[in-house]
């Protein structure tokens, strides 16, 4: 079936088929978060981007494989609620950025740092450092390499815009130049843009609207 992003909290997962590369989506918790399992096609080897919330759910879209490791995009609480209960079901690493670590409850394994490389099985992401909504938030990108780009963007980015900042200029000013130069500046307009809430977009849908998201300032 065809991938389109579009999950609802207490609905199926989505799954979007790439060729060395399986990404389900399920929508959890009560601020409608979503959380993505990666999964090498060659290994099986399983990686989770966001332990939300709702472990039991996350738990089952996991299945008896495990996971290796988990990383957490940033340190709000929405988006590690379910953390605690799914490290201690599958012993798995935790990963988030250096910034945010403290902020998150449960001990991060390992720190990630701009341009830091996380494998899952064969598979690499790519960290990118995104300074605004949160310190330390982190975006992680699969560069395809039988197709176009793959960017989990947590609350950085969004289709409509860039996280909040909480009406902060100078936050506000970070992310939305963070997002430009190492996000826009380094993918192409075809880059599969997956955010921590609600629908998928792509970065040439986004594109063209930068200019006025500075000159609105949110």
Not at 136 to 151: F, T
């Amino acid at each position: 079936m065809t991938y389109s992003g579009a999950v609802k909290v207490g609905g199926p997962a989505d799954v979007h088929e790439l060729k060395d590369l399986m990404i389900s989506k399920v929508a959890v918790g009560p601020m409608d978060n979503n959380a993505y399992l990666l999964r090498c096609r060659a290994t099986g080897e399983q990686l989770l981007i966001d332990a939300a919330n709702e472990p039991e759910t996350l738990l089952r879209l996991i299945g008896d494989d495990g996971i290796t490791s988990v990383v957490t995009t940033h340190r709000h609480g929405d988006h590690w609620h379910g953390l605690e209960a799914v490290v201690a079901a599958t012993g798995a690493r935790t990963y988030a950025g250096r910034e945010d670590a403290r902020g998150i409850p449960v001990p991060t394994d390992v720190l990630v740092d701009e341009g830091d490389v996380i494998k899952v099985g064969r598979v690499e992401l790519t960290a990118r450092h995104l300074v605004g909504h949160t310190p330390g938030s982190i975006a992680l990108v699969y560069d395809d390499p039988h197709g176009h780009p793959h960017v989990f963007t947590g609350d950085c980015l969004f289709p409509g815009g860039v996280g909040n900042t909480h009406d902060d200029p100078k936050a506000f000013a970070s992310l939305i130049d963070d997002v430009e130069t190492k996000i826009f500046g380094w993918l192409p307009d075809e880059t599969w843009v997956y955010p921590g809430h609600g629908n998928d977009t792509t970065l040439g849908a986004e594109r063209p609207h930068l200019p006025e998201w500075r000159e609105r300032g949110w």
